[in-house]
């Protein structure tokens, strides 16, 4: 019988809290101190995670570093964050975590997640600097980036299906949605 974790329900949850989940394929994170459980990624989503991570990979400076879920991205006590890509420096990186907002956040769309990821973990990645977050729908297939100008994210740019999404922060790169789905 697996563990049985009990968790308060007179207080927001913080770090200390999340340590003591249990292995079981779910991702936890912490948004405003409230749980977000979700199930472990479809074949479909992981797809699109994985191709999109190599191109990111081929094209990070060394300076950089691309990550992929699960990997903590501690932005308060109360808000620790599992996007389903990141870069981030290398300076900021430790073994365990990313304790600073990382210079692009991406989440892949399903349906558990969708309104999360468009609403709170986009408006949090916001407010702690993230340079850059953008969100990748693979029903569609789509991309949509933001660039934090000031202290708020404007639409940088947004494809679909053939179209190419061409950044140059935080480093040159070309990406095509449909191409990012391999059967």
Known sequence: MGTVTTLPRSRPLGRADLDVMPDDGHRYELIDGALIVTPAPSTAHQTVVLELAVLLRERCPGHLKVLIAPFDVVLTDDTIMQPDLLVARRRDLTERDLPAAPVLAIEVLSPS????DLTLKRSRFEAAGCLHYWVVDPDQPAIT???LQGAAYVEAAQVTGGETLSVQEPFTMD??????SRP
């Open 113 to 116: 997640t969708r309104r999360i």
């Open 145 to 147: 980036a933001w660039q």
């Open 175 to 180: 990406v095509v949605p449909a191409q990012l």
